[in-house]
């Protein structure tokens, strides 16, 4: 009995940092992409015509592609391990929709100044790497003083992996009224991002 006790914490330990290391990661790979989609994709910006919106389409099935299959086989794990979810497994889609728009938002806006700005590619990766440490991934919130924890709910990303560990690990639906400020977050950036990229299409195509 006490083996598997320990058995089943380590799973959960193992579960916890999945779902939040490879949803990070499917957020991590669409902005790092997508800050620098307009620069790698130069020649052919300059040579072709064709719906320059389609590069952030093209980004986002890559991204989720190559997150499909890992996360296929975390939960081929899960089904192995006797730990599926059940029903509240549905609840991943919406959350996967609320970050795929932040994430891409906050790519296009980066994309268009990294044009301009080269700087901000590599500024953008020093941040995304204290992001990752800020965000409760490897480590729960509850290790840190309670008064840091209002802080921590300003992190748009800590929201999003608590809703998956919610319901990955604990088998839970998410608290989907925290995730109402990530979803306002995520329609800003992303409408920010076509506003910049339809004002300064024109010049980014002389800067590339």
């Known amino acids: 009995m006490r083996n598997f006790r320990v058995l089943r914490a380590l799973f959960l330990i193992v579960f916890t940092l999945c779902a939040g290391i490879l949803t990070w990661g499917f957020f991590a790979e669409i902005t790092s992409r ?57 609840a991943l889609l919406p959350v996967l929709v609320i970050q795929t728009a932040f994430a891409i938002g906050l790519g296009m806006c980066l994309g268009v100044l990294n044009v301009f700005f080269r700087d901000v590619g590599q500024f953008f990766g020093v ?48 608290n989907w009224y925290t995730l109402w400020p990530v979803v306002v977050i995520a329609i800003l950036l992303c409408c920010l991002g076509f506003r910049l990229f339809r004002k300064h299409a024109g010049e980014m195509v002389d800067e590339l």
């Open 127 to 174: 941040v995304l790497q204290f992001w990752f440490w800020l965000t409760p991934i490897i480590y729960p919130i509850t290790i840190l003083p309670e008064r840091f924890w209002p802080l921590m709910s300003l992190n748009p990303m800590a929201r999003l992996v608590d809703a998956y560990q919610s319901i990955l690990v604990s088998n839970q639906w998410p």
């Open 34 to 90: 997508a800050q620098n989609m307009f620069l790698d994709q130069a020649n052919l910006l300059k040579k072709l015509r064709f719906p320059r919106l389609c590069l952030p389409v093209i980004v986002v099935a890559n991204a989720s592609l190559n997150f499909a299959i890992i996360f296929g086989l975390f939960t081929f794990f899960l089904l192995l391990t006797n730990n599926f979810p059940g029903w509240t497994f549905l």
